[in-house]
């Protein structure tokens, strides 16, 4: 049957403790498990690092975590639609590492991979190489981006079986397969959680194998 077990919000969120790095889904809050990040504020985590393609907005998915100010640092490829996340960030309070999407993605993906890292000619020439190992292949400039891990990763499926096998919805899949790869604890929202057999095997888009926890009653 595997590892995978079901467990109480309450409980999932008390195992992450000050100070974790974090993996979120979502896009603009689409595919952000609203239930772990509210009790993530009212459980009063601090000092968080989380890894995602944005902050969302005030009062929405990881904007939540920003206007509780319970982060440190954000590594995200934008913050321009949440106005908190740029005060605190000129203000000094929260540390932001802006990475350009695509970039991100391979990132994340290296890390679930195994890999070290990747090669991107995105940002040679710019501010982005600023502190970064150039290398030259065949003439070409590349800039190598470390892989990208976590701690947690909080993801939002639209089913789960019994099994913790996982498909999600539409857009709602954005960032949520990889960053399951991509972290030692993966704690999942599901939808619906639904008699294995029903996610036909094909339709799996991430396996059992990857999922440690399953909220009950999400």
């Known amino acids: ?17 000050d100070g974790a790095t974090l993996m979120v889904g979502g896009f603009m809050g689409v595919g952000t498990p609203e239930p772990l990040v509210d009790e993530l504020v009212r459980q009063g985590r601090r000092e968080l690092t989380v890894i995602a393609n944005d ?4 009062g929405v998915g990881i904007g939540k975590l920003v206007t509780a100010k319970a982060l440190s640092r954000v590594i995200a490829s934008h913050i321009g639609l949440n ?22 993605v391979e990132r994340i993906r290296a890390g679930g991979c195994g890999l070290g890292g990747v090669l991107t000619p995105t940002g040679v020439g710019t501010v982005v ?3 970064k190992r ?15 891990q976590a701690d947690f ?4 499926a639209f089913l789960c079986d019994y099994l913790g096998n996982l498909t999600y919805a539409l857009t709602g899949r ?3 397969p990889l960053i399951a790869m991509a972290a030692r604890t993966v704690i999942v929202c599901a939808e619906h959680v639904v008699p294995v057999g029903v996610i036909a095997p094909d339709h799996v888009v991430t396996p059992a194998p990857l999922v440690d926890y399953v909220i009950a009653r999400c």
């Open 1 to 17: 049957m595997g590892d995978m077990r079901t467990i109480v919000l309450s409980e999932a969120v008390a195992s992450i403790p």
């Open 55 to 58: 902050t969302a907005s005030p």
């Open 83 to 104: 106005p908190e996340t740029q005060k605190q960030m000129i203000e000094g309070s929260l540390q932001v590492e802006l990475v350009p999407q695509g970039t991100l």
């Open 129 to 131: 190489e600023e502190g």
């Open 134 to 148: 150039k290398i030259e292949i065949e003439g070409q400039e590349y800039l190598l981006e470390t892989a990208l």
């Open 153 to 156: 990763a909080l993801i939002q």
């Open 174 to 176: 954005n960032f949520n």
